[in-house]
């Protein structure tokens, strides 16, 4: 019988699903959820947390996308042993993955940066947040070359979950983009795209360096939602066999400086 979580109290409606999915990585790591551990039914998890099923069902996908979960139909939903977490992402980087699979891991990649970007604002020492500023200014400097910045992207992001001090997310969050480094690489090929990307990581950036917990996670929010829609964008041009275009695009009024 899985154990009753006491100490669980209820969360605020907003950001609900990373509120909750942070909430319920804590059980994971701490062994409050013990390997092998059948966690509480939904409804019980929806009653002491204070949530709708939706919100936590995305939390849950986001743990089991990442390994630390296993769901069990009509069993239940099971805690992975740490030998196994990041073990499924880690495999479908050689297996490859299929497009529902694709938006899964897009969408627990939003759940999982944006709470590491509110951490990053919370936790940050001025060495960490000077370095996602240098990993900026190295976005800007490869645009004005021409240059692609993949490495200047993956240098920002991991940046900030560096600046999280959660090693857990942290190598989650790393080996999710890793998964989608070459949709990220062919969404930075869309007209216009790299000004918005880059318009994007400054104002996150400045929430961290603020000290602005709640707009450093809306920010990076905003800009993994539009992620996720360029790199449909791009996914569904290749399978139709189109060109490139900016016609989804978000409106930018240029780029920033830090």
């Known amino acids: 019988m899985p154990r009753t979580l006491r100490f669980i109290t209820p969360v605020e409606r907003t950001k609900l699903t990373a509120t909750v999915f942070e909430q319920l990585l804590t059980y994971v790591v ?26 936590l069902r995305e939390a849950l996908k986001a743990m089991e996308l990442v390994g630390m979960l296993d769901s069990r139909v009509g069993d239940g939903t099971f805690v992975w042993p740490r030998s ?13 993955t299929d497009h529902d699979e694709l938006q899964e891991i897009m969408e627990a990649r939003t759940i999982i940066e944006e709470s590491l970007a509110g951490l990053a604002a919370k936790r940050g020492t001025p060495e960490d947040i000077k370095a996602i ?67 994007r990581h400054v104002t996150i950036y400045r929430a961290i360096a603020a000290r602005k917990v709640n707009l450093a996670r809306s920010a990076m929010r905003l ?5 996720i829609q360029l790199v449909t964008h791009v996914v569904e041009q290749r399978q139709t066999g189109t060109k490139f275009s900016s016609k989804r695009q978000p409106r930018t009024n240029g780029t920033s400086r830090i």
Not at 33 to 51: D, T, V
Not at 164 to 192: C, F, S, T
Not at 223 to 227: F, K, Q, V, Y
Request: proline share 5%; glycine share 6%; aromatic share 8%.
């Open 30 to 55: 701490s062994g409050s959820w013990a390997p092998g551990e059948r966690i509480p039914p939904e409804r019980e998890l929806c009653q002491q947390l204070g949530i709708a099923r939706t919100s």
């Open 84 to 96: 196994e977490f990041l073990s499924r992402p880690l495999l479908w980087a050689f297996t490859g």
């Open 133 to 199: 500023g240098l990993a900026v200014q190295l976005m800007r400097d490869s645009i004005a070359r021409g240059d692609s910045f993949i490495e200047a992207d993956m240098a920002f992001h991991m940046a900030v979950s560096a600046a999280a001090k959660n090693g857990v997310m942290q190598n989650a969050v790393q080996l999710l983009r890793n998964l989608m480094r070459q949709w990220i690489q062919y969404k930075l090929l869309i007209p216009d795209v790299p000004q918005t990307v880059l318009k």
């Open 223 to 227: 800009h993994l939602e539009e992620t």
